[in-house]
């Protein structure tokens, strides 16, 4: 049977099976193991464990559950809404001053935890009910969250970023400061955007007034005095200290990203026990609880997708793909918008992990042929997926706002994340025309390669 005929088998069977309702983790192993047994000698099937044991004993994959561990031990305290809290008060006079403090919270609380949907969760849970309170509609509170909470796998630490360089065999620093930049871009076009349409819902709600007489709640903003500004300071200085003190031990050199992590983790587990007196067994439960589900969910992927990649590769599939892309003979650009087109229609089925473990044996041989910096596309490809995350059909932080507000329907959730998936796109072509947004602050810290 030729290549290109088992290739299909194989991409229609990992379709088939993941429309069946069937995890990712399990649709993926289950597709593998299957064309072992069809495709590959008979002794393959006996060294499934040790290929998923090989490919998986990366010491930059250690660095996830404990990068895991210090989002957690934050997300599950007082910790996101302190932050959340802090900036409001201290942007508030802004026009549109909260909306600006929830998107500026979720950057620092992603940079912190590495996760789009703990972030979404733990600022969503404290900020829509706050932003709705003080007027905002709720479908663009529920979008500056969704949006806000997307920022998690481009700022680091970011699990995909850290996926993306063991797939790529891309320098895990290099990736995690080409991420800075694009991070603060999309930071300013959410920021700008929520104060633009703040003001157009400012300027209904006073013509409503004059009207009317009724008066919402766009009109009455409470001050806070200095010192109550400042007496908020001191829950959320030691975060913010920890964050810069991970990315100077790991820029710096001082620090592996595995290390880097594990300090991060137990210094987050001493600031929340000093802090909020987390200290009990019954107060760290939750944390490691968390911890144990969201990394085994996650490894589990990571370890099923490497099987799949693994067969892909013994049975030329993804070779034969790769030499049929080059073979197409497309323009450098054209390649890389079909590629991202591919990745945005494997976005709205797939989470940023498989993805980026499925499809880098088959699209980054033919970009690097291209003269591609894989560094700059690591960082166009994870604003893409970030897409994914609040792009019907199955954006998953579209999911987490829902339960974290219910009572805004889904259809106001979804149109309400639709301008922040157009803000998206033109980051993409921001770095497309300037690349040193993303490739600047690597090259100036670590050097030209």
Same mark, same amino acid.
């Given at each position: ?22 995890p ?24 499934? /464990? ?33 932050l ?33 949907p ?26 500056i ?44 076009l ?17 013509a ?9 709640a ?43 992590a ?73 390649l ?22 499925? /499809? ?5 041989p ?15 490809? /994870? ?55 993303? /490739? ?10």
């Amino acid at each position: 049977m030729s290549v290109s005929v088992v290739g299909g088998l194989y991409g229609a069977a990992t379709l088939l099976v993941m429309f069946s309702g069937v995890p990712v983790a399990f649709a993926l192993g289950m597709v593998a193991v299957v064309f072992m047994y069809f495709f590959m000698p008979g002794a393959a099937l006996d060294t499934v /464990t040790q290929n998923v044991y090989e490919e998986m004993s990366s010491i930059t994959l250690l660095s996830i559950p404990l990068f895991i561990l210090k989002g957690a031990a934050i997300g599950k305290s007082r910790a996101g809404a302190d932050l959340y809290s802090a900036i409001h008060a201290w942007i508030r006079r802004i026009p549109g001053g909260l909306g600006i403090a929830n998107v500026f919270a979720c950057a620092l609380f992603a940079a912190m935890a590495g996760s789009s949907p703990a972030t979404a969760s733990a600022i969503g849970s404290s900020g829509i009910p706050e932003m709705r309170s003080r007027g905002y509609s709720p479908r663009l509170a529920a979008g500056i969250i969704a949006a806000g909470g997307t920022l998690g796998i481009l700022l680091p630490p970011s699990i995909t970023m850290i996926l993306f360089a063991v797939a790529s065999e891309q320098s895990l620093g290099r990736l995690f400061l080409a991420g800075i930049g694009p991070g603060a871009l999309l930071v300013l076009l959410f920021a700008g955007y929520t104060v633009f349409r703040f003001k157009k819902e400012y300027r209904a709600a006073l013509a409503t007034y004059e009207r009317t007489g009724v008066r919402a709640a766009h009109l009455d903003e409470p001050e806070l005095s200095l010192a109550e500004k400042t007496r908020m300071l001191p829950k959320v200085l030691p975060f913010v200290v920890l964050l810069v003190g991970v990315m100077v031990a790991l820029y710096g050199g001082f620090a592996t990203p595995s290390e880097t992590a594990g300090l991060g983790a137990i210094l987050a587990l001493v600031l929340v026990g000093i802090i909020y007196r987390m200290w009990r067994p019954r107060d760290l439960k939750p944390i490691f609880a968390g911890t144990l589900k969201e990394s085994t969910m996650l490894l589990f992927i990571i370890g099923m997708s490497l099987l799949y990649s693994y067969v892909m590769s013994y049975l030329h599939i993804s070779q034969s793909a790769a030499e049929w892309i080059v073979a197409m003979h497309l323009s450098r650009w054209v390649l890389l918008a079909a590629i991202l087109v591919f990745v945005v229609v494997l976005g709205f089925f797939l989470p940023p992990v498989s993805i980026i473990l499925m /499809t880098a044996p088959i699209i980054l041989p033919p970009l690097k042929a291209a003269g591609f910096d894989l560094v700059w596309f690591g960082v166009v490809m /994870t604003v893409v997926m970030e897409m994914g995350l609040i792009h019907p059909p199955v954006g998953l932080n579209i999911f987490v706002i829902n339960n974290v507000a219910p009572d805004i329907p889904l259809r106001d959730v979804v149109w309400g994340v639709m301008p922040f998936v157009g803000l998206m796109v033109v980051a993409v072509v921001l770095l497309c025309v300037f690349p040193g947004i993303a /490739t600047w602050l690597p090259d100036a810290v670590m050097g030209m390669r």
